[in-house]
């Protein structure tokens, strides 16, 4: 019965259950001792840093934030930011999210094995919080957990080999080969903000249809872009400077109204004196709790994902490697600057179109979005790089607009299926976690959990149905 006890907190303590299956894959790769020791205790610190710098946030800046915000305009204002919504999720559905994410790892194996798509998903963090949002999408239906897990594992697995596939035409372009792929979940953005670039770049007369085709067309590459804009590639430094503005103009207006230590934030407990001070201090708690939160997933991450890539390479031989998005800012670095100041300018056109509607009608009718540095930098500056191949400089500044308008729209609309999260000041930005969000999300609403289960398994085993007839024809006609 001890025995029996263990396991079971074992399981329910997602800690341990991350170092369990980094320790599985550890050994199965025949891994030294000292090896499988180290490994297996950093993926439990690491879970347990991400926790802490969930706490820190979700208690801290982002609890001010939203004070502050619907103090000052009577709104509720919501900062999508990935790492923070999905820090929430895993804290409320912790064994879930940490099932979800070992079982899909393994079914995007059987995919790439046995479908149409082979690629593996080695972008770590964003495995992870794809499966924060499907458990939490999927946690608003009829569901069991047993139903939830396996349902959301299927789509998880499908989605790590299905979205790679999609951009690997763009991405082909990009790098000049099929060597790697983008394991990234904004594909959906990436591609609308290409075909967008497109269009300009054909509406402009200056830009014959032979240079799109063969690629001609003006490079941001070719513009000598400040060297000293370039310490917004840092996150930490961008997450500061952005947050701190925003603190200086929600904090300055209240002051300007009240004394800040009679509303509940932390300027009075803090022993600030200075609204500005006060600014200051929370946008570097914010981008402290990010860094933690970052350095947590990179810690749990640098341990799982060699654990499974190792065993991917003996089962599916022949697939591609997709890997996370900076990959992309080497090949394009002033497009990837130019996509990340477009798409952030697309993301405060559409929070301040959001605030003139609720000033019209008078009341809250949607919630505002502000802009989030963390998603307009990489999905902004990844998006600019595949807009530039598309239609060059023109073609990036659009793209990037559009794509920055997209991501902001996408994080309200994906609001009312994150459940109780829906309340917590921030939301899931990146394209391909709000479709599918949005999709799950409704799903759950209209199908029973059995249903929604069996939509799941069909959609995983239809591709690997066609692919094996396929092989089997090929065969057929060869003998």
């Given at each position: 019965?001890?025995?029996?006890?263990?396991?079971?907190?074992i399981?329910?303590?997602?800690a341990?259950l991350?170092g369990f299956?980094?320790l599985?894959?550890?050994?199965?790769?025949?891994?030294?001792?000292e090896h499988v020791?180290?490994?297996?205790i950093?993926a439990?610190v690491?879970f347990?840093?991400?926790?802490?710098?969930?706490d820190?946030?979700?208690?801290g800046?982002?609890?001010?934030?939203g004070v502050?915000?619907?103090?000052?305009f009577h709104i509720?204002?919501?900062?999508?930011?990935?790492?923070?919504?999905?820090?929430l999720?895993?804290?409320q559905?912790?064994?879930?999210v940490?099932?979800v994410?070992?079982?899909g790892?393994?079914?995007?194996?059987?995919?790439?094995?046995?479908?149409p798509?082979h690629y593996i998903f080695?972008?770590?963090h964003?495995t992870?919080?794809?499966?924060?949002?499907l458990?939490?999408?999927?946690?608003?239906?009829?569901?069991k957990?047993?139903q939830?897990?396996?349902?959301?594992?299927l789509?998880l697995?499908?989605f790590?080999?299905?979205?790679?596939?999609l951009?690997?035409g763009?991405?082909?372009?990009?790098t000049?080969?099929?060597?790697?792929a983008?394991g990234?979940f904004s594909t959906?953005?990436?591609l609308?903000?290409a075909?967008?670039a497109?269009?300009?770049?054909k509406k402009?007369?200056?830009?014959k249809?032979?240079?799109?085709?063969?690629g001609?067309?003006?490079?941001?590459?070719?513009?000598?872009?400040?060297?000293?804009l370039?310490f917004?590639?840092?996150?930490?430094v961008?997450?500061?400077?952005?947050m701190?503005?925003?603190?200086?103009?929600?904090s300055?207006?209240?002051a300007?109204?009240?004394d800040l230590a009679?509303?509940d934030?932390?300027?009075?407990?803090g022993?600030f004196q200075?609204?500005i001070?006060y600014?200051v201090i929370?946008?570097a708690?914010?981008?402290?709790?990010i860094?933690i939160?970052?350095?947590?997933?990179?810690?749990?991450?640098?341990?799982?994902?060699?654990a499974?890539?190792?065993?991917a390479?003996?089962?599916?031989?022949?697939?591609r490697p997709a890997?996370?998005?900076p990959?992309l800012?080497?090949?394009a670095?002033?497009?990837a600057m130019?996509?990340?100041?477009?798409?952030f300018?697309?993301?405060?056109v559409?929070?301040?179109i959001l605030?003139?509607?609720?000033?019209?009608?008078?009341?809250l009718?949607v919630?505002?979005i502000?802009p989030?540095?963390v998603?307009h930098?990489?999905c902004?500056?990844?998006?600019?790089?595949?807009?530039n191949?598309e239609?060059?400089v023109k073609g990036?500044?659009?793209?990037?607009f559009?794509?920055?308008?997209l991501i902001?729209v996408l994080a309200l609309i994906?609001?009312?299926?994150l459940g109780?999260?829906n309340?917590s000041?921030t939301?899931f930005?990146d394209?391909d976690?709000?479709?599918a969000?949005?999709?799950f999300g409704?799903?759950?609403?209209?199908l029973?959990?059995?249903?929604i289960?069996l939509v799941?398994?069909?959609v995983?085993?239809?591709?690997?149905?066609?692919?094996?007839?396929?092989k089997?024809?090929k065969t057929l006609?060869?003998d």
């Amino acid at each position: 019965m001890q025995i029996v006890t263990v396991v079971r907190e074992i399981l329910a303590t997602p800690a341990f259950l991350v170092g369990f299956v980094t320790l599985l894959g550890l050994l199965l790769q025949k891994k030294p001792v000292e090896h499988v020791i180290k490994g297996t205790i950093t993926a439990i610190v690491g879970f347990v840093l991400l926790s802490a710098g969930s706490d820190f946030l979700q208690k801290g800046a982002l609890k001010d934030f939203g004070v502050l915000f619907n103090y000052d305009f009577h709104i509720q204002g919501v900062i999508p930011n990935m790492e923070a919504v999905a820090s929430l999720g895993v804290a409320q559905y912790a064994v879930e999210v940490s099932m979800v994410m070992f079982l899909g790892m393994v079914a995007n194996l059987v995919i790439a094995r046995f479908g149409p798509f082979h690629y593996i998903f080695l972008t770590g963090h964003h495995t992870l919080y794809m499966a924060c949002l499907l458990t939490v999408a999927l946690s608003g239906s009829s569901m069991k957990e047993w139903q939830i897990i396996a349902a959301g594992a299927l789509m998880l697995g499908l989605f790590m080999a299905l979205m790679p596939a999609l951009a690997q035409g763009e991405m082909k372009k990009i790098t000049g080969g099929n060597g790697i792929a983008l394991g990234h979940f904004s594909t959906c953005g990436y591609l609308i903000a290409a075909k967008t670039a497109r269009l300009a770049a054909k509406k402009d007369r200056r830009i014959k249809t032979a240079a799109l085709e063969t690629g001609t067309v003006k490079s941001t590459e070719d513009i000598r872009f400040p060297t000293k804009l370039s310490f917004m590639r840092d996150s930490t430094v961008g997450i500061f400077i952005v947050m701190t503005g925003i603190f200086l103009v929600v904090s300055g207006i209240a002051a300007a109204r009240t004394d800040l230590a009679a509303l509940d934030i932390s300027y009075k407990t803090g022993g600030f004196q200075n609204w500005i001070i006060y600014a200051v201090i929370q946008g570097a708690q914010f981008s402290a709790a990010i860094y933690i939160i970052l350095s947590g997933v990179r810690l749990v991450i640098a341990e799982i994902v060699p654990a499974f890539k190792g065993i991917a390479k003996r089962i599916v031989p022949h697939a591609r490697p997709a890997v996370d998005c900076p990959v992309l800012f080497s090949y394009a670095p002033n497009a990837a600057m130019i996509g990340f100041l477009m798409s952030f300018l697309g993301g405060i056109v559409t929070m301040l179109i959001l605030i003139g509607i609720n000033t019209w009608f008078g009341e809250l009718i949607v919630p505002v979005i502000v802009p989030g540095v963390v998603a307009h930098f990489f999905c902004g500056g990844s998006a600019g790089v595949f807009a530039n191949t598309e239609g060059g400089v023109k073609g990036c500044l659009v793209g990037s607009f559009v794509h920055g308008i997209l991501i902001s729209v996408l994080a309200l609309i994906v609001m009312p299926v994150l459940g109780t999260l829906n309340l917590s000041g921030t939301s899931f930005p990146d394209s391909d976690f709000c479709i599918a969000g949005i999709l799950f999300g409704n799903l759950a609403s209209v199908l029973s959990g059995g249903g929604i289960l069996l939509v799941c398994v069909l959609v995983f085993i239809l591709p690997i149905i066609w692919e094996q007839t396929a092989k089997y024809r090929k065969t057929l006609k060869a003998d």
